[in-house]
T-cell receptor, first 116, second 111 residues
């Protein structure tokens, strides 16, 4: 089945630094990738949608200059949290889909970001 | 706009009890419906899905039937196990590629 690898699974960084999270589709071409943020005991909030080779589409209220998304290939998307602050601490999850066959969304295992 | 409403948790059950987690939706057109499960500290895993009215999705003893007349997709399992303890998300996908999630329902199963 489809597999999405997300890395790192957890990261601790200092305030003011930037952190990059990678999301790779291992056995399929991900034409679209999604980035979510999940607060403790809450649902997933869609941050942005990225299509390979084009700029990401951000949801309302999400700062595109703070959360940089790159989807340079059909198997890799990255989310960079720039100038991180403690309020950026959260669980970030990526999801990928392709257009072959029935719709399917495969999720990464998530990244726990802690900013100190 | 499109939306998903789930029953609030936590749902606390004893092992081998019957489980129902309610999910209703609002959408234009004919959405696909999904149930995802999230175990502690992990990402989401697809549990089951249904793409058209009256379809029944099933997996690992869980079932959900796409009911267009009641706009519902309730999750059921006849006999839960401790290992089923997790958060369950109902979701839909309508005319776009986006998945719209419910708020999630935490299930706690005790031996």
């Amino acid at each position: 089945g489809a597999v999405v690898s997300q890395h790192p699974s957890w990261v601790i960084c200092k305030s003011g630094t930037s952190v990059k999270i990678e999301c790779r589709s291992l056995d399929f071409q991900a034409t679209t990738m999604f980035w979510y943020r999940q607060f403790p005991k809450q649902s997933l909030m869609l941050m942005a949608t990225s299509n390979e080779g084009s700029k990401a589409t951000y949801e309302q209220g999400v700062e595109k200059d703070k959360f940089l998304i790159n989807h340079a290939s059909l198997t890799l998307s990255t989310l960079t949290v720039t100038s991180a602050h403690p309020e950026d601490s959260s669980f970030y999850i990526c999801s990928a889909t392709n257009r072959q066959g029935a719709k399917g969304y495969t999720f990464g295992s998530g990244t726990r970001l802690t900013v100190v | 706009g499109d939306s998903v409403t789930q029953m609030e948790g936590p749902v606390t059950l004893s092992e081998e009890a019957f489980l129902t987690i309610n999910c209703t939706y609002t959408a234009t057109g004919y959405p696909s419906l999904f149930w995802y499960v999230q175990y502690p500290g992990e990402g989401l895993q697809l549990l089951l899905k249904a793409t058209k009215a009256d379809d029944k999705g099933s997996n690992k003893g869980f079932e959900a039937t796409y009911r267009k007349e009641t706009t519902s997709f309730h999750l059921e399992k006849g006999s839960v196990q401790v290992s089923d303890s997790a958060v369950y998300f109902c979701a839909l996908s309508a005319n776009t590629d986006k998945l719209i999630f419910g708020t999630g329902t935490r299930l706690q199963v005790f031996p």
